[in-house]
């Protein structure tokens, strides 16, 4: 699903052409394409950790993680079918084989189709804070979209979330608090401030949007959550006593 940064507010800049002779079967989904029950295999050719991104956008975090990361397969879910389109032409463009995007609503992808503890990380990355008290309901990150990431997370697995909005994030922290027993919120580092600003060159700046609010010296509220291992059963509580 795409989710909206609240940089849209500003507007955006019209997308770059797709090279037509680009091949985007490789990276680009469709719900029906997706394997019933759920096999990574079938998408990616391989059984690996998975990382999903809700909101791709443009695709830069989709391909910077996929390059730095070879043996971690990404899957970008994104509702925008023309946004979906750009960033898997990234994705093939630069031959990734990790990475693919899905055009869909991600909260039915995550209800429909991702089993449970199936995923190694979940990345929410300035999603639409949608201002208006009316509309708030539509937010990504609400109770039922928060608890089914922690079911499909894996033991040990994180949830990355970043936001530009105060209230929003503080919210979602709550949220996370009151309705799930992940861990955190995490103490994610600022980024090197003396490092430059170049949208590509380093993970520090996941999306476009947090590389303008970066130039721009907005402030970018960070959390991280991990999902509790699993405990190994002593012989006692095996045993029901």
């Not at 971690?72 to 960033?87: N, W």
């Not at 997370?153 to 949220?175: K, N």
């Not at 996370?176 to 170049?198: F, K, M, N, Q, Y």
């Not at 700046?205 to 721009?216: D, I, Q």
Request: aromatic content about 8%; charged content about 25%; proline content about 7%.
């Amino acid at each position: 699903m795409r989710v909206m940064a609240s940089g849209d507010l500003m507007g955006r800049r019209a997308l770059r052409k797709i090279d037509p002779s680009l091949d985007l079967s490789r990276h680009l989904l469709t719900p029906g394409q997706l394997p019933r029950p759920w096999d990574a295999r079938a998408v990616f050719g391989r059984l690996g950790p998975l990382e999903v991104d809700v909101g791709s956008g443009k695709g830069l975090f989709l391909r910077t993680a996929a390059a730095a990361q070879p043996g971690v397969d990404f899957l970008g879910i994104e509702i925008s079918r023309k946004y979906a389109r750009f960033a898997a032409a990234g994705l093939a463009q630069r031959e990734l084989p990790n990475a693919r995007v899905l055009a869909a609503d991600a909260l039915r992808v995550f209800q429909e189709v991702l089993p449970d503890d199936s995923l190694a990380a979940v990345h929410v990355y300035f999603p639409d804070p949608w201002w208006k008290k009316r509309h708030k309901k539509r937010r990504i990150m609400r109770q039922a979209f928060v608890e089914r990431i922690e079911q499909t997370l894996q033991p040990g697995g994180t949830l990355h979330f970043w936001s530009d909005v105060l209230e929003y994030f503080q919210v979602t922290l709550d949220l996370v608090a009151a309705h799930t027993r992940l861990v955190g919120p995490i103490e994610v580092p600022e980024p090197d401030s003396d490092r430059r600003l170049v949208a590509a060159d380093d993970m520090a700046y996941r999306t476009h949007f947090e590389r303008r609010m970066r130039l721009g010296q907005e402030p970018v509220f960070r959390a991280q959550f991990r999902k509790r291992p699993n405990l190994p059963v002593g012989p006692a509580e095996a045993a029901g006593t």
